[in-house]
């Protein structure tokens, strides 16, 4: 840790930081990167206005999204900005405002008994939920540190005594039930506390933040870096929450950082901050967090959190591809970190992330399944694979273990639901979690998985799911053939379930073809439903549908199928195919599906008394009465629509035919192009990575070790 | 006309240009603006690829999108940039390999027949329709004009008399069905002959081309100049077709300036090439054109089309308007137009387009109807109203009298489905209008105005429409105030249709308001239908709504009404409201419907077997057993959801109650804000501007003149 970063890292949030920490004379108007300038003046614009409509402190009242709750929001970002503006200025304006909006806190906070709009969640004094509290108290902490040496000892005593304290007492033993767990609630909690602790030199905040309330270390920030990220940095609620829950640890670890350095932080557990929001950057696409689990689809790396981490990252590693994260973000914040990696963007010394194939271990040792990245290195938004083989990521987890997304230049193709939710609009029931959540976003049906018997898996309890880890049987990164392998056991009572999803690069093809091999293996009968939910017109298929054109059924009545509206069921011999479009191209879905399988074509929206759902389509295949069943399945990206020149090539699929068969062990697949091109590909039982194989495809041997094999027969080539 | 604009427009399409008209030495590599040397670069790319794959001139099979369809599209691109490129360049690489295409084509032409794919267009020679066989003309000679001196008699001899006169002949002599119409098929086949007129020094063809096959100027392009644009320079077919036919009647104009300055033809009507330029680009939001009739609306102002039309507007004009509609453009075209052009841009001599309210008289005219685009002047996305009182658009035009549109900086927010069409998509019926086009999008529920008896507008017979025009009755164009009034009497037997749009700049709004007052006036017993299309996820809704929650009937059988599914039905005592959100906005649709009415939430896309139409939602305010009836509707645009700080304001309307009394031949709106604000507004059916009325409002004394009077009434103003 070099004396550059202490001091970077000291002027977040902490005592120390209220000297000029940058350097700068705090009089003069340094001239300022323009990333970091327009920073100021955007914080410049709030403290004027805020300061112009006076303090507004109101007593708590609203749900997410109503006035209260927005005021106090509104309010901590003020503290923070404030705080950071008199550090850089020295401009007493500033600086009394901060304080008198305090003072204002300090007065009405010690009267305040739970909110009274708590609902489901643990209430706050100043929010609905206790979450918000801890936020504010992160923010507040890190304004407040940037002026209270400069008050009177009356208003610093006011402040402390009247609502810094006692906020984080609130949050700390008044709230063992949060600040206990392994959860990102926690994580907010111990950051607000521990900030308060170092700020008012209170050792006991302090150590019940990092360990726990009784400070054993069985719970507090040290446990939760330990637990609630994998070796590789992934958090287990999935990518949303990581960029949730990372503001804390980065925040906080700087704070710790700066007051403790003897705890090397940043070397904790081989560096799993840091890990951690490298981790958070490489699970987006197009700079969007890939919305598995409870998530909102519109989250992306434009986000307080991230600016934060990003600023912080790069303090500390001086990685210039952090640089080309913040030129994307637009953003960067108020700290002296922020100020140096907007000089250094500036400066252009940003260079590409090296946005790569990742297996990312889930679980506190990495072994209990993994998200898997399969990604070509085009930037942001080249092709991505995504399988979700991970763990069931507590109560935001969604029933979708093997799910697969795949995305590529036009957006998210193959999709997830993401969470049912309107983030805090009032008349979504308070921007809560809606009742759909449960019934449609994190039902198995509403996921690219195998549903076994129109249930979800687990039975929909996911105290039961978080007792299963998924085996994470192989992978391959590397192009030209990308796999991930994986099996669960126990989603549903005596069937196993084994997925391969293979990343195919074809000469010839710009964007490689997904190919997926499912079996479910069970005993008795079952129905087995494999649903494709995908994003895009419908331009033909050759499934020959029985269709519900003028009145429109349901396809269940509960776990998600309730949901589901009919718009056509079919049956075809052999191989299948749907093609549907996504702006600038074509996509078409080859199914190989076991004898007797019917597809349904369905949309999301049905039972939807509120208008909670967005309406977006599904193909499902469908076995019945079968112990076992395999599914084949082939994505094709293809073609180009082109509005402006209305030039359109390759709207018709390239693949002539897609046939699959077991033998010796082995699934093994053939793929016929049109142009009498041909492809094979072999994935073997036995997944060890040395274990060599042998089969026969189209008259030709076929050779390989490990799980996957490959034969590439170019037109001409002898049967 | 200037030297400078002489040179400048001789260069597109001319015999003279073949000489290096921009002054340019060709053999030494000019220092280009950058958006010019992109379009020499990419014309480079595209003209080495095509050499290295040789010449490919196939027998024409395939409809739109087919192999020989795009093939023959290439050509006729290469053809165009091999001209100018080596008029650039002196290179006599593509002298040669354009000699060789049109050499291929002299060979092919002459033995061709009516193109095997024709349906029910008029069948081309290359193309499935013989509008593509002008396109391919007016293109290639333009690009054969720049080579044609260098050539040997003999290759000269064998091109002009195998393909360029052949196809003239074709599209004149040979099409009188097509070149004798007023109708942009007619003016692209106008172009394209005349063109070659002029190449080949063939007066004829020029004097047919200019007026018609007879000559007599009952039809041809001065003819179309009469007819196919009103005064204020808008096209009857509408924004999207309008578009479309820029190219031949810009190109043309350019090339008779050249040709035949006596003829003015700059001048001609007023200016009515430069007005059609202008309009064009008035018609468009976002930079997208406002897909009224037959439209795309994925077609914006980037379309080879307005790249011609801007380059050559701003040659004429030098305005530098032009300039930033270019910018936008982010393209040129490879003419010594676009080379002035990008030079102008390069040095920053943009200035922002004006975008401002227009009425658009329609009709040769300008008398027959018009379309209304009030507007805030914010650039190209701020608040946008369409109100269509246009004629009927000939065959492309829809059965949409009176309908209306808005737009903002979250796009369309009451929408137009425009055309049911895949452009160039193969699988949709080789990419021609589809079925549902006749069934859905052209029927008048599929639009913001009111259906009578479940019927559209004219029976649904163009022809029918075609003679009867719209009144415009009035229009304000000014802050804060804005209005359309129109009448329509024929649209069905018996009932007459008015319909008043008045926008409202209201202080404290960042948006304006817009009312709607319409009434059916009619005798005996009808169904009136007002239905609303509009974009965004229905937030919640005061009307209460009997749900078809599992099953989902259609609407109706005929008309339109068969392809929307009934989502609810419901009454409401009273004022009602439904709120939706867009991206970043909420919208409230308030209102004060008759008594009796119901309220129908339905979505398009039932009876739609092959997949064609997309989903939209819409809501529809019913009346039944009524001789007249009138609807009172306000939108209201409210608050503002930030994805990424998660910050949400004003997700509730702030209106609380919207109320309609009918008052000595006024029709007379409150709106009552929650924070006790009122607005005023009075709509006189006499609508002369200098008539005064009266009324008493809220015990306030109203007097306006003019249709519109308006009375603001802050909180706290006295009953």
Same mark, same amino acid.
């Given at each position: ?14 005592? *120390? ?61 003020? #503290? /923070? ?45 100043? /929010? ?27 208003? %610093? ?12 007492? /609130?949050?700390?033993?008044? &709230? ?66 990581? %960029? ?55 989250? &992306? ?9 990003? =600023?912080? +990252?790069? +303090? ?54 993994? $998200? ?12 991505? *694979? ?47 979690? *809606? ?5 449609? @976003? ?28 998924? %085996? ?12 991930? #392998? ?14 391969? $999803? ?12 997904? *190919? ?9 009968? !079952? ?5 494709? !939910? ?22 269940? &009545? ?21 093609? /549907? ?10 199914? @190989? ?24 389509? +599904? ?30 090539? =390759? ?8 046939? !699959? ?59």
């Amino acid at each position: 840790m070099t004396r550059t970063l202490a001091l970077l890292l000291a002027a977040s949030a902490l005592p *120390l930081a209220a000297a000029p920490a940058s350097g700068q004379p705090s009089s003069a108007q340094p001239a300022y990167a323009p990333l970091f300038a327009a920073e100021i003046t955007g914080a410049k614009r709030d403290l004027d206005a805020s300061i112009k409509a006076g303090i507004n402190v109101p007593v708590p009242k609203d749900p997410g999204g109503g006035f209260t709750h927005e005021q106090h929001k509104r309010n901590y970002r003020i #503290i /923070f900005e404030g705080g950071q503006l008199y550090r850089l200025t020295g401009d007493r304006r500033y600086l009394d405002h901060v304080r008198d909006m305090l003072l204002a806190y300090a007065e009405l906070y010690p009267a305040l008994g739970p909110h009274p709009a708590a609902a489901n969640q643990v209430p706050g004094r100043l /929010f609905w939920q206790s979450l918000n509290d801890s936020v504010f108290l992160v923010n507040a902490v890190q304004g407040y540190a940037e002026i209270r040496k400069a008050l009177s000892a009356e208003d %610093r005593r006011r402040i402390d005594e009247g609502v810094i304290r006692p906020m984080a007492r /609130f949050l700390s033993d008044g &709230s063992p039930q949060v600040i206990n767990r392994i959860h990102n609630h926690a994580t907010w909690a111990c950051a607000g506390v521990g900030l308060a602790g170092y700020l008012l030199g209170d050792r006991d905040l302090v150590d019940k933040a990092l360990m726990g309330l009784d400070k054993s270390g069985k719970a507090g920030f040290l446990r939760q870096l330990d637990l609630l990220f994998s070796p590789d940095g992934y958090y287990a609620e999935g990518p949303y929450y990581q %960029r949730y829950a990372l503001q804390p640890f980065v925040v906080f670890a700087a704070a710790i950082e700066a007051n403790e350095p003897q705890r090397k932080i940043f070397d904790y557990r081989d560096g799993i901050v840091l890990k951690a929001v490298r981790t958070a950057i490489d699970v987006t696409h197009s700079g969007y967090f890939i919305p598995i689990n409870d998530a909102m689809p519109d989250k &992306s790396l434009r986000t307080e959190e991230l600016y934060h981490g990003v =600023a912080i +990252a790069y +303090a500390a590693t001086h990685d210039p591809t952090f640089l080309s994260i913040a030129e994307w973000q637009g953003r960067t914040v108020l700290t002296p970190a922020g100020q140096m990696l907007a000089a250094d963007v500036a400066a252009g010394k940003a260079r590409p992330w090296p946005f790569t194939s990742r297996l990312l271990g889930d679980g506190p040792d990495g072994k209990q399944g993994a $998200l898997v990245l399969l990604r070509e290195s085009r930037g942001t938004n080249g092709p991505l *694979l995504v399988a979700k083989n991970s763990v069931q990521g507590m109560g935001h987890g969604h029933f979708d273990r093997l799910n697969w997304l795949y995305y590529d230049e036009t957006g998210a193709v193959v999709t997830d639901y993401g969470a049912a939710r309107f983030l805090n609009v009032e008349a979504k029931r308070g921007g809560r979690y *809606l009742p759909e959540n449960d019934s449609w @976003a994190s039902a198995t049906v509403a996921h690219n998985t195998l549903v076994v018997d129109e249930q979800s898996q687990f039975g929909g309890q996911w105290k039961v799911g978080e007792t299963v880890p998924t %085996r994470q049987l192989s992978a391959g990164l590397d192009a030209p053939t990308r796999w991930s #392998i994986a099996e669960i056991e126990g989603a549903y009572p005596g069937v196993t379930i084994r997925r391969a $999803l293979v990343m195919l690069n074809v000469d010839g093809l710009s964007n490689p073809l997904i *190919l997926d091999i499912l079996h479910g293996t069970g005993s008795g009968r !079952h129905r087995y439903d494999l649903p494709l !939910h995908f994003s895009g017109h419908i331009i033909d298929s050759d499934i020959a549908f029985d269709q519900h054109l003028a009145e429109r059924p349901v396809l269940g &009545s509960a776990n998600g199928y309730q949901h589901l509206w009919v718009d056509g069921e079919g049956t075809r011999n052999g191989a299948a195919r749907l093609t /549907f479009m996504q702006d600038s191209r074509f996509y078409s879905y080859h199914m @190989a599906p076991p004898k007797g399988a019917r597809f349904i074509l369905a949309e999301s929206g049905a039972n939807d008394p509120e208008f909670n759902l967005r309406r977006e389509p +599904a193909l499902i295949q469908r076995v019945d009465g079968a112990a076992a069943t395999t599914f084949v399945s082939l994505l094709e990206p293809h073609g180009r629509y082109d509005a402006s020149s209305e030039a359109v090539v =390759a709207s018709s699929s390239r693949i002539g035919s897609l046939a !699959h068969r077991r033998e010796d062990g082995a699934d093994i697949v053939l793929i016929t192009f049109v142009d009498g091109q041909r492809l094979a590909v072999a994935i073997a039982d036995d997944t060890s990575a040395d274990a060599s194989h042998h089969a026969t495809v189209a008259g030709r041997s076929l050779a390989w070790t490990g799980p996957v094999g490959r034969l590439d027969l170019a037109k001409g080539d002898a049967q």
